[in-house]
């Protein structure tokens, strides 16, 4: 079957760092996506992993483990535009992918 | 970068009516697109994946009837909800990869907000 979990929400200080984890089992698996909602908008793209290891683009990092099953996105210096859903999906082949429930970030000064 | 538009941006209709959503690749030909739907405070679900040329391959639980898709061209898939009602308002986003390019990213619409008074 296909499973993708994240926490459902989480609350971070504007300047901090914060790290939001995604554990998936897919039936099939090219790469795993991280992709930023802010509400009533359609997501927009922030990275795609397909090797094990850390990639960093700017503020934001995201990792994967392959054997574990496991990533993470890493935002850091945290800014109040960052308040969002972060949504960690599966690519599973054949093109599709597959969504988690997605994790509200809230930033406070 | 590659984009998809999505048209309309939102919608009104009576129930009992149906209602066509447009999903344009506007830059690369798209021979598979997604349909997705999204209610509040929820992520996306899958509906479909639609194939240009062929039939649309539906996610268990979606009913075929209902969600009309054609993808009669590289660059256009459309979703017809046919004769709606209320508890088919939600957020409707259709997606495509660009093959051809590096990250395999998949490029969404700016989605399609119904609502089915």
């Known amino acids: 079957g296909q499973n993708i979990d994240q926490p459902t929400e989480m609350t971070a200080t504007e300047g901090a760092i914060v790290q939001i984890n995604c554990t998936y089992q897919?039936?099939?698996?090219?790469?795993l996506f991280w992709y930023q909602q802010h509400a009533g908008e359609a997501p927009t793209f922030l990275s795609y992993?397909?090797?094990?290891g850390l990639e960093e683009k700017g503020r934001f990092s995201s990792f994967l483990s392959r054997s574990k099953g496991y990533s993470y996105l890493l935002l850091k210096e945290l800014q109040m535009k960052d308040s969002a859903s972060y949504l960690c999906?599966?690519?599973?082949?054949?093109?599709?992918?597959?969504f988690g429930a997605g994790t509200r970030l809230f930033v406070k000064a | 970068g590659a984009v998809v538009s999505q048209h309309p941006s939102w919608v009104i209709c009576k129930s009992g009516t149906s209602v066509k959503i447009e999903c344009r690749s506007l830059?690369?030909?798209?021979?598979?697109m997604f349909w997705y739907r999204q209610f509040p405070k929820q992520s996306l679900m899958l509906m479909a994946t639609?194939?240009?040329?062929?039939?649309?391959?539906?996610e268990q639980g979606v009913e075929k009837d209902k969600f009309l898709i054609n993808h009669a061209s590289l660059t256009l898939s459309t979703l017809t909800v046919t004769s709606a009602h209320p508890e088919d308002s939600s957020f409707y986003i259709c997606?495509?990869?660009?093959?051809?390019?590096?990250?395999?990213?998949?490029?969404f619409g700016e989605g399609s907000r119904l609502t089915v008074l």
């Open positions: 997606s495509a990869r660009d093959l051809q390019g590096n990250t395999g990213e998949l490029f």
């Open positions: 897919t039936s099939g698996f090219n790469g």
């Open positions: 992993n397909v090797l094990d």
């Open positions: 999906a599966g690519d599973t082949g054949g093109f599709k992918t597959i």
């Open positions: 830059d690369f030909q798209a021979t598979t």
């Open positions: 639609s194939n240009e040329g062929s039939k649309a391959t539906y």
